[in-house]
């Protein structure tokens, strides 16, 4: 059968601080229990149309998801503004977390050469990752 994976969206207030604050918590809460990895998590700044009052800038937003390893997209539901990218990215990420899901269980279940378990060992300790993301992109993991 199909596995469906949980989605956590949190929005947070453009014209709010606290609620970054309290999005900073949830995250943090979220990457204690490991749900950052088998979850899709996306970090929404809401209210972007409240330009006047806008108390949390983008970067902060950026900042947040980046340092958790979650994607960032600000909408505004008055003005529909990136209403339809946040769902598509929604049905993307979680499409893409089942590929990967998919992608890890086949290369655990084949067995690996001691040198392609030595090379995964070398680059996870020296932190080597090759492709760059984005916290905005909602179409890669």
């Not at 979220?30 to 970067?59: A, E, F």
């Not at 998919?102 to 279940?109: D, E, L, P, Q």
């Not at 084949?110 to 984005?134: F, Y």
């Amino acid at each position: 059968g199909k596995q469906w994976y949980q989605r956590r969206v949190h929005g947070v207030s453009v014209t709010d601080a606290a609620s970054l604050s309290t999005a900073e918590t949830i995250l943090q809460s979220l990457s204690k229990s490991g749900d950052l990895i088998t979850k899709v998590v996306i970090l929404v700044g809401n209210k972007t149309d409240l330009v006047r009052t806008r108390t949390v800038p983008i970067y902060e937003g950026r900042s947040l998801a980046i340092s958790h390893d979650c994607k960032y997209v600000e909408v505004s539901s008055v003005l529909e503004h990136n209403v339809d990218t946040l769902l598509v990215g929604i049905v993307k990420q979680i499409r893409l977390k089942n590929m990967m899901e998919k992608h890890r269980t086949n290369i655990y279940a084949r067995r690996k050469s001691a040198q392609v378990r030595m090379k995964g060992l070398i680059e996870k300790v020296l932190g080597q990752e090759t492709k760059s993301k984005s916290c905005e992109n909602l179409n890669v993991l």
